[in-house]
């Protein structure tokens, strides 16, 4: 078939050995591709007692169908593994310019096991793929490494290069991986499985040609869709200081459905931190570790992080592979970190979870931490999040100067949350305790009680993550939806997977027969209720971002809306294929459900992926626009699986659904998904004290 390589390379790090494998193309047919091929290896070669951080585990770098074959805005690559962070499936989503080169090197994927008994990086080109000694490299950040391995590099083509950090090197869980100096798949701690393999970098060099069945159909397709973007540019007096206008409107209790084409301005103009300001007058955005609101952090404090200030730092704008919008950008920083005049813009998250989270408004310190974070190979969600918890325990009794080596930590210090940082990334002292996120650090900080009179609140009270993953930094109390997918999907905590929002803009009903309409205003308070059609809205967007996944779409196409970015028309014209987009919608759905049938193999209870209770509002906040919201979550959760074909109580996915979805079949050397899936459920529903569903999936709304 065309669009993909239709093979994979293993290599065993143990050994030193690489052997190629080709990919039934039944594998492709059924799961497209990227994250749905890193599902198909990972769920049949990683045992269900493996290690995250042991031999037996894989991490996988794999590519889309879509990538290379002329199509735009599919530039994005995926690390997938089985997670030290949260025991399940892992994954972690990166732009940059490595997608192509892994194709271009003859594969759809690189999967990786065992360790190596020193450190060393993976190479392939022309000449083939090889393993190379990095014991020169091991100590260094990540972009001085990757620009020495590229000033080494003894090919005539630049390579692209994967790469951790001290962070990777010192098994931090929250640590993530580096491409193209400082762009992240920074989640689900795939930087710590890499460095636990003693794997310093992978770098690719290829030549080969990528296969596309019409081409001249993909570049209409794309010309298209680049001719809408380069209109959406936002008049000159248009400033950041409006945006919290924009902010107010977004926050209005009417759900108006939009053409998101019409918000691509803001990306290309400021890119991702247009929210900054936007989300703290809504209520988009957490505060002072989820428990506060614009009360704490007023507008004398989120007017220094107007994005105006960020982009006057910006030397030129930034662009990943095959991208027409570009909303990344490089500054410099030289007068903050001497000689730093390449360090990424820091994105909407870095700021809010070093900005409001932390309530600091030193932009300074922000883009230092940012940078440190991009150079060491931290995850900034969860490096922020795990910040935001030690200067809560602090403040409250549960950590004192002697555990901090005198460190003080007070809400909106930055200059302490730089130290704090640097040990995190270098696991020193308090850092230890840190380097792994606030459900670790919690445990380990054990029975100790605030307050220093044996009375006080336990440190779990403030460790707010979902399944042992720290949330986005985008507030479920003020978007219900998102909040169910924090908590139901196989890799909990994550913002980028749908929301309400998300499918308002994504016009998905225009393409696919039971996605429920959203074409007139209606009232936001519907949004909180465990219907059926909010389970169809986020079963649509699972789906959804599952297929994006596999094709290595980027999620800012996504939600620009299927009347633009038109994925499932590129799908056809790349492969040869002539589906329906009920037909891909169902691909993303087999994807979903292959990743939560990894992780019911793996022994995760799909229950455990709580969420903490002030991300649902438990209690409810008393000021701000959050006030008196509460979500309730179990029923909503319950509602989406029940509508994904999973047990509503449980989340294991039922056998019929495995087999109406074939992938009893598609894996095969397995026992069988169907039957595992059923063994599953019955236990899980002996455990709940209850009998499963059954095939009764009863009536559902919308169109």
Same mark, same amino acid.
């Given at each position: 078939m065309k669009g993909v390589m239709g093979k994979v390379l293993r290599v065993d790090l143990t050994e030193g050995t690489m052997r190629e494998e &080709?990919?039934?193309?039944?594998?492709?047919?059924?799961?497209?591709?990227?994250?749905?091929?890193?599902?198909?290896?990972?769920?049949?070669?990683?045992?269900?007692?493996?290690?995250?951080?042991?031999?037996?585990?894989?991490?996988?770098?794999?590519?889309?169908?879509?990538?290379?074959?002329?199509?735009?805005?599919?530039?994005?690559?995926?690390?997938?593994?089985?997670?030290?962070?949260?025991?399940?499936?892992?994954?972690?989503?990166?732009?940059? %310019?490595?997608?192509?080169?892994i194709k271009q090197s003859g594969y759809d994927a690189v999967f990786f096991s065992g360790v190596s008994d020193k450190p060393v990086y993976f190479a392939v080109d022309s000449k083939g793929p090889r393993l190379e000694d990095a014991a020169h490299l091991w100590g260094m950040d990540t972009?001085?490494?990757?620009?020495?391995?590229?000033? /080494?590099?003894?090919?005539?083509?630049?390579?692209?290069?994967?790469?951790?950090?001290?962070?990777? /090197?010192? &098994?931090?869980?929250?640590?993530?991986?580096?491409?193209?100096?400082?762009?992240?798949?920074?989640?689900?701690?795939?930087?710590?499985?890499?460095?636990?393999?003693k794997l310093k970098a992978a770098a690719f060099a290829g030549i080969r040609k990528i296969s596309c069945a019409f081409p001249d159909t993909v570049k209409e397709?794309? =010309?298209?869709?680049?001719?809408?973007?380069?209109?959406?540019?936002?008049?000159?007096?248009?400033?950041?200081?409006?945006?919290?206008?924009?902010? =107010?409107?977004?926050?209005?209790?009417?759900?108006?459905?939009?053409?998101?084409?019409?918000?691509?301005?803001?990306?290309k103009k400021w890119g991702t931190i247009y929210n900054n300001a936007a989300g703290v007058v809504n209520g988009d955005s957490p505060l002072k570790n989820w428990s506060g609101s614009k009360v704490d952090y007023p507008a004398e404090s989120y007017r220094k992080i107007n994005p105006d200030n960020i982009i006057g730092r910006e030397t030129r704008k930034y662009h990943c592979y095959s991208c027409v919008i570009g909303c990344g950008g490089i500054c410099d920083i030289s007068d903050l970190v001497p000689g730093t005049t390449h360090s990424h813009k820091p994105e909407y998250e870095t700021v809010c979870v070093f900005g409001g989270d932390l309530l600091n408004d030193d932009l300074d310190a922000i883009f230092i931490i940012n940078d440190m974070c991009n150079r060491g190979g931290i995850d900034t969600i969860s490096a922020g999040s795990t910040a935001a918890f030690a200067i809560e325990c602090f403040q409250n009794g549960l950590l004192t100067k002697k555990d901090t080596d005198g460190l003080e930590l007070n809400w909106g210090d930055g200059k302490s949350?730089? /130290?704090?940082?640097?040990?995190?990334?270098?696991?020193?002292?308090?850092?230890?305790?840190?380097?792994?996120?606030?459900?670790?650090?919690?445990?380990?900080?054990?029975?100790?009680?605030?307050?220093?009179?044996? %009375?006080?609140?336990?440190? /779990?009270?403030?460790?707010?993550?979902?399944?042992?993953?720290?949330?986005?930094?985008?507030?479920?109390?003020f978007d219900p939806l998102l909040g169910v997918h924090f908590a139901a999907d196989p890799t909990p905590g994550r913002h980028t997977i749908g929301a309400g929002l998300y499918y308002t803009i994504s016009h998905l009903w225009e393409k696919v027969s039971w996605a429920p309409r959203v074409t007139r205003p209606y009232a936001k308070s519907s949004d909180y209720l465990p219907s059926k059609?909010?389970?169809?809205?986020?079963?649509?967007?699972?789906?959804?971002?599952?297929l994006t996944d596999t094709v290595g779409g980027c999620m800012f196409a996504m939600i620009t809306g299927v009347q633009h970015w038109k994925i499932f028309e590129y799908i056809n014209a790349a492969?040869?294929?002539? &589906?329906?987009?009920?037909?891909?919608?169902?691909?993303?759905?087999?994807?979903?459900?292959?990743?939560?049938?990894? %992780?019911?193999?793996?022994?995760?209870?799909?229950?455990?992926? =709580?969420l903490h209770p002030r991300m649902y509002g438990d209690p409810p906040l008393t000021e701000g626009p959050n006030k008196g919201k509460t979500v309730p979550i179990e029923e909503m959760v319950g509602e989406h699986w029940h509508m994904m074909g999973w047990d509503r109580r449980t989340g294991v996915p039922l056998e019929q659904t495995a087999v109406e979805l074939g992938l009893d079949l598609l894996l095969a050397g397995a026992a069988g998904a169907a039957k595992a899936a059923g063994a599953a459920d019955a236990g899980a529903a002996a455990g709940a004290g209850g009998e499963g569903e059954g095939g009764s999936k009863g009536d559902v709304d919308g169109k």
């Open positions: &080709r990919i039934p193309e039944a594998v492709y047919e059924q799961l497209i591709g990227g994250v749905g091929l890193g599902a198909y290896y990972l769920y049949q070669h990683i045992p269900a007692d493996a290690d995250p951080l042991g031999p037996e585990n894989i991490l996988g770098f794999v590519s889309g169908l879509l990538t290379g074959t002329g199509s735009v805005m599919t530039g994005r690559w995926m690390a997938v593994c089985k997670s030290p962070l949260t025991g399940g499936w892992g994954d972690a989503n990166c732009g940059g %310019n490595l997608a192509p080169a972009i001085t490494a990757e620009q020495t391995i590229i000033a /080494e590099y003894p090919g005539r083509k630049r390579p692209s290069v994967a790469v951790i950090g001290p962070a990777g /090197e010192n &098994r931090s869980l929250i640590s993530g991986i580096s491409n193209d100096l400082g762009r992240f798949a920074a989640r689900s701690g795939v930087g710590a499985v890499m460095g636990s393999k397709l794309s =010309k298209e869709y680049s001719a809408k973007i380069r209109r959406q540019n936002l008049p000159p007096i248009v400033k950041g200081g409006a945006l919290p206008l924009l902010g =107010k409107a977004l926050g209005l209790p009417v759900g108006i459905p939009l053409d998101a084409m019409l918000t691509t301005g803001l990306f949350v730089i /130290e704090l940082v640097r040990r995190m990334i270098a696991r020193e002292g308090i850092g230890d305790l840190l380097a792994d996120g606030t459900k670790q650090a919690a445990l380990r900080l054990g029975n100790r009680n605030g307050n220093g009179n044996g %009375n006080g609140d336990r440190a /779990e009270k403030y460790a707010v993550h979902a399944g042992g993953q720290e949330p986005g930094l985008h507030d479920s109390r059609t909010n389970a169809l809205k986020t079963k649509a967007n699972a789906c959804y971002k599952a492969s040869g294929w002539d &589906r329906t987009a009920d037909d891909y919608m169902e691909a993303g759905l087999r994807v979903q459900t292959l990743r939560q049938l990894f %992780n019911i193999k793996h022994g995760i209870d799909p229950r455990s992926f =709580k």
